[in-house]
């Protein structure tokens, strides 16, 4: 799955930094945020077995994607 935004996309560096808590894509500015909402969708998405990752979409823009297994069926 993955979620596309058409903002100005992810700053330069190791996208990987942005899933750290109280860390945010861009400076300090108008935009308010704790940077806590990329940690706690990893910590979501890991808690169901699941890996999410970020980066830069060639035409602007953030792109995230994200697994999870499939479910098992009950029997």
Do not use: W, Y
């Amino acid at each position: 799955m993955t979620v596309d935004d058409d903002g100005p996309g992810l700053p330069p560096g190791d996208p990987e930094r942005l899933f750290a808590k109280f860390q945010r894509g861009r400076e300090e500015g108008n935009a308010g945020g704790a940077g806590l909402g990329l940690a706690i969708c990893r910590a979501i998405v890991a808690a169901h077995g699941g890996r999410i990752a970020a980066s830069n979409r060639p035409e602007g823009g953030a792109r995230f994607s994200f697994t999870l297994p499939a479910a098992e069926s009950e029997s």
